[in-house]
């Protein structure tokens, strides 16, 4: 290292102390010099948006119109197209074709059998792979019944039937579109980054200001949520398509709309199937937040079950959402392998060739007709279920009575130790020196782009009036980034370089992965109750996983060839982790970082309900109170700061990688 750099990074470290030291000192010195309004933006200088946007939303749900048709009659339309697939699915699944209401309400048909909604998927398992892959599937829903959590699984499964569908065929739609037309994707690719920053809670303001409270704003805000992934991975893999396939149909005479369905989505579909698998994930992860608008099954239950605290119901509800995502998943994942490989056709009748259908399509007939007499091929009988929450509900009781003072010592030494001090630097920093310190941060990274667009995010946060809360949301988030690096970036190496903890440790970040955000939250608050440190340590769970594996994908990348020449040049294991592994995985390193503050920020409007003060809370209170402008204000604050730190933490990977030779 030079002797210039080796000036550049002291100076960094000492910009860095002295800007803590200021922010220890800050509100003191602020108080001390009488300009308080260093530590605090002036309300005077605040730009009401909030009520802007507000008035602009009344008045495009309750005035604007095109001619004849309102906005709300646009709403209505939409909802209606929406409400009647997702009501045949769930009579389909859940509640039976009734005709009539109340005391005259007659069962034409009933809902689908739990056996044969079993058949069905067993039968899709082994069709897309194996037995071993039914086998599984078929496990995964017997389990729903048996511990009594088939009839929200077939109403969440509903919610999945519609959602997928729209989203994926959205996407697929947008991302063609993108692919014809780089001036399109220029526009929609900020939007897509906003909508992948932006907290869910927040846009659920808007829909459900627009659609009212029920099942149909639960299935847009989860399209919403759901669809970019879709967009991006359809552009990839339509480029990523052999320009050889693409110049053959330009030769065999195929017009543009041949090319496209005829050639390139075909031909992309194995790939195609990676997005939609990522829609049909996304969906799942909102079945808990869509239930707070209206939606029910398992996300209802798992959220009854926080609200009252009870640990048994909501871990029954979540193991059952994250069986119903693994047996979901596979089958979709196996359905994208099968697209990629050839396959004899079968020969024979059209009895032959399908006979998992005609089995299927039998054994309904045989259930619809029996289970007039006999209940049981209908519906798994309410007395032979098993339920786990009595021994959830006192392990957690054991655990408070006998630790009680274990749980109390280490919360406070956090609390004293860690988190507060770090909020009251944070607090302490004048926001001038903050922004320019961002916007430096920004110039440093990526170049003037960058600074010039840190600066605005900055300044919008700070004009908005949501400086002090922008700033305990990056304290909190910021303290469990710090946490969550520290445990998984050591648990990544070792999954790295020990093959048998790798498994453990992956099996343990793959249970952490599929567990629903909520979840995190119940057995936390019952050990250490609400405030800022429960939030943290759902927070530090819910985001562990990418800190794990991008730190273990990093260090196995690491060149064989650097590895031998460190040994030969007599490295002990530990220099060699020291000086060659850990600086080569630096880049790896720095996204897993990346995606762990996205995770954090993503889970801090969750952690609004036991009792955190920051962005997270600003956009729950507006969700609760139906203010438009408070929530999207505050979830633009939110989305900023996530921007901000991606780009940033991006842009130095990159030089990372750059300096290290491992990218021109």
Known sequence: MTSWANRHMYAMWGVLLATIVIG??????????DARWLVKFPSAWV??????????????????AIGPVSFTDLTRSIAWLIEQPYHFALALLADGFVIGQGADAYTLLPAISWIVVTAVVIALGQYCRDWGLAALVGACFVYLAVFGQWDSAMVTLASVMIAVPIGAGGGLLLGIWTYRHPTGERILSPILDLMQTMPIFAYLVPILFMFGFGPVSALVATIIYATPPMVRVTTLALRSVDPEIVDFGRMAGATDHQLMWRVLVPSASQTLMVGVNQVIMLTLNMVIIASMIGAGGLGFDVLAALRRLDIGAGFEAGIAIVVLAISVDRLSQAFAERMGQVHKPVSGTWIARHRRTVLVVGLLLVTWVLGQFSPLLLKYPDAQTITTGAFWNDTVKY??????DVFEAIKVFFLTWFMLPIKKVLLGIPWPLAITLITFLGWRAGGRN??????VMSVFIAVTGLWTKAMVTVYLCGASVILATLIGVPLGILAALNKRAGQVINLMIDTLQTLPSFVYLIPVVMLFRVGDFTAMIAIVLYALAPAVRYAAHGVRGVSKDLIEAGQVSGCTRFQLLRHIRLPMALPEILLGLNQTIMLALSMLVITALVGTRDLGQEVYIALTKADTGRGLVAGLAIAFIAIIA???????????RVRF???T
């Open 24 to 33: 220890y000192n800050g509100r003191d010195l602020a108080k001390a010099l």
């Open 47 to 64: 730009i009401p948006l909030k009520k802007h946007i507000s008035a602009a939303m009344k008045w495009l749900v309750e005035d604007a």
């Open 399 to 404: 655990l408070n009575v006998n630790y009680f």
């Open 450 to 455: 960058l600074a010039l667009m840190c600066a």
């Open 646 to 656: 991606d780009r940033i933490l991006k842009a130095s990977a990159r030089g990372a």
């Open 661 to 663: 030779g491992l990218e």
